[in-house]
């Protein structure tokens, strides 16, 4: 029905960069908001950034202005450019999109509204 899938994460050493890419898909209506986090074992999953279907940002703190959201509407996409990276920006980081999306039954369809999460896409920094 709807799926996200998360790419472009890997081994980088510290002050490198990369680039990761979002993709929604499916029988799609429109995305509202959508957002990174990230995730390493025994912590929460935390707010990395985030941005509205109108291209409003937001950044937490830690980023520093290392990190740049986009997205490209026309393909259900979103980007994270990380750059200056840092051991603690190791994790696995997840993709969040607000979808609308049709349901579609043997005799009906209807449209439903929720949040989606990617499969996660594993980035690690280190020497």
């Known amino acids: 029905q709807v799926q996200l899938v998360e790419s472009g994460g890997g081994f980088v050493q510290p002050g490198g960069s990369l680039r990761l890419s979002c993709s929604a898909s499916?029988?799609?209506?429109?995305?509202?908001?959508m957002g990174w986090y990230r995730q390493v074992p025994g912590n929460q999953r935390e707010l990395v950034t985030n941005?509205?279907?109108?291209?409003?940002?937001n950044y937490a703190s830690f980023v520093k202005g290392r990190f740049t959201i986009s997205r490209d509407n026309a393909k259900n996409t979103m980007y994270l450019e990380m750059s200056s990276l840092n051991p603690e920006d190791t994790a696995v980081y997840y993709c969040?999109?607000?979808?609308?999306?049709?349901?579609?039954?043997?005799?009906?369809?209807?449209?439903?509204?929720?949040?989606?999460w990617g499969q996660g896409t594993q980035v690690t920094v280190s020497s």
């Open positions: 941005i509205t279907s109108g291209g409003s940002t």
């Open positions: 499916g029988s799609i209506i429109s995305v509202g908001d």
């Open positions: 969040n999109a607000d979808v609308t999306g049709l349901i579609r039954y043997s005799n009906h369809r209807s449209k439903k509204r929720s949040y989606y």
